[in-house]
């Protein structure tokens, strides 16, 4: 009885240090990759559209009711056209007042100056006295003052009926209305913007944490979904020094050259963007997944003698599949592809399987 609990006890030793050693000896099979050396063009996406380098905001002269709207957006003015007429009913009738007031101020002048050109000959005849002649001239003068403020008043009432009369300072397209019949349009708001064809430009909107990565003279390359399989290059002319808040979004505004190898683009018009952040050759670069991160730190798994080691690295820029290795690593040493499993340092390795560097 006692040699066979002795037996069965050596068996359950046995079991356990046979599991144990089976445990931690347990071996995997990998793939593994060369780390290559090459190039990496960094990009950043963004979506903008046509604008024009000079636009205008056109408000009304005076505040008034709206009477009518003449164009809408999109459409192409001339310099001096209507774009809307506003309430001109009272400062029509005081203009028809001072029109009035003129031709009765015009008449009486047309008669004192009569009266007083006669009064002149009677008196030169020895007929009148010299007093009535000069107090003819000095109602003359009166009356002639008298028509000039009534002119002058003309003119005011004039002047203001044009205001109500809201134009184009210039040809170019209505890029956007903001006012309807009836509505008040008040001095100083913008109710129209008018932007000149020539000068035309891309804005593109850059998330706010992207924008220490855009730098004006870099490379824009441009496309458009109203020209498919037409891309052009441009250079980011200026970087706003200021976030624009959009809801919940703060971005940053950003001017895109559109010179002579742009398309027919119209203004309004959306074009996709990536804008070249940085290139660099000659570097050492790896996929992204075969990228370890712990503890803030970023690692590659290598074999080392049938060993797994994580080895720390510093990763610089980066394009939309491969990240560049700063230090840690050389050309041609190979490195793991965890493809989604975690590694441990100091697993062991059964099997190594290489595959190609990706394109």
């Known amino acids: 009885m006692k040699k066979t609990i002795i037996t069965l006890a050596a068996i359950t030793l046995i079991a356990?240090?046979?599991f144990f050693l089976h445990r931690g000896g347990e071996e995997i099979t990998v793939k593994v990759?060369?780390?290559?050396?090459?190039?990496?063009?960094s990009t950043l996406s963004a979506t903008g559209k046509v604008v024009s380098r000079e636009e205008a905001g056109?408000?009304?002269?005076?505040?008034?009711?709206?009477?009518?709207?003449?164009?809408?957006?999109?459409e192409r003015v001339e310099a001096g056209a209507v774009l809307t007429?506003?309430?001109d009913r009272e400062p029509q009738e005081k203009a028809k007042a001072a029109a009035e007031s003129v031709h009765e101020a015009e008449e009486k002048v047309r008669l004192l100056q009569r009266d007083s050109e006669a009064l002149a000959a009677v008196y030169a005849a020895g007929g009148a006295s010299?007093?009535?002649?000069?107090?003819?001239?000095?109602?003359?003068?009166i009356a002639r003052a008298a028509a000039g403020r009534a002119l002058a008043e003309l003119h005011g009432a004039?002047?203001?009926?044009?205001?109500?009369?809201?134009?184009?300072?210039?040809?170019g397209i209505v890029t956007r209305k903001s006012i309807n019949p009836g509505e008040w349009a008040a001095s100083g708001v913008a109710i129209f913007t008018l932007a000149k064809e020539n000068r035309r430009e891309i804005e593109v909107m850059v998330d706010e944490s992207d924008s220490g990565l855009v730098k004006t003279g870099q490379e824009a390359l441009l496309s458009s979904d109203a020209f498919p399989g037409i891309s052009w290059a441009e250079q980011v002319q200026e970087v706003a020094t200021a976030v624009r808040k959009e809801g919940a979004a703060n971005s940053i505004k950003v001017r895109v050259g559109c010179g002579e190898k742009a398309p027919d683009l119209?203004?309004?018009?959306?074009?996709?963007?990536?804008?070249?952040?940085?290139?660099?050759t000659g570097i050492v670069k790896l996929p992204f997944d075969v990228l370890i991160s712990q503890g803030g730190k970023t690692f590659v798994a290598m074999v080392k003698s049938g060993i797994i080691d994580l080895?720390?690295?510093?990763?610089?820029?980066?394009?939309?599949?491969?990240v560049e290795i700063v230090s840690g690593l050389s050309a041609g040493e190979e490195v793991i592809l965890p493809e989604g499993k975690p590694l441990k340092a100091g697993e062991r390795v059964k099997t190594v399987t290489r595959v190609p560097a990706r394109p």
Do not use: W
Not at 33 to 41: D, P, Q, R, V
Not at 266 to 280: E, N
């Open 58 to 74: 056109i408000s009304a002269a005076v505040p008034a009711l709206v009477k009518a709207v003449l164009v809408e957006e999109g």
């Open 16 to 18: 356990a240090v046979i």
């Open 158 to 171: 004039r002047v203001i009926l044009d205001k109500l009369r809201v134009k184009a300072p210039f040809t």
């Open 311 to 322: 080895l720390p690295v510093v990763t610089g820029i980066e394009d939309a599949v491969s």
């Open 130 to 141: 010299r007093q009535s002649v000069e107090d003819a001239r000095s109602n003359l003068a």
């Open 85 to 87: 007429l506003l309430d």
């Open 266 to 280: 119209k203004l309004g018009q959306q074009v996709d963007a990536k804008i070249r952040t940085a290139y660099r």
């Open 33 to 41: 990759l060369a780390a290559e050396k090459g190039e990496i063009l």
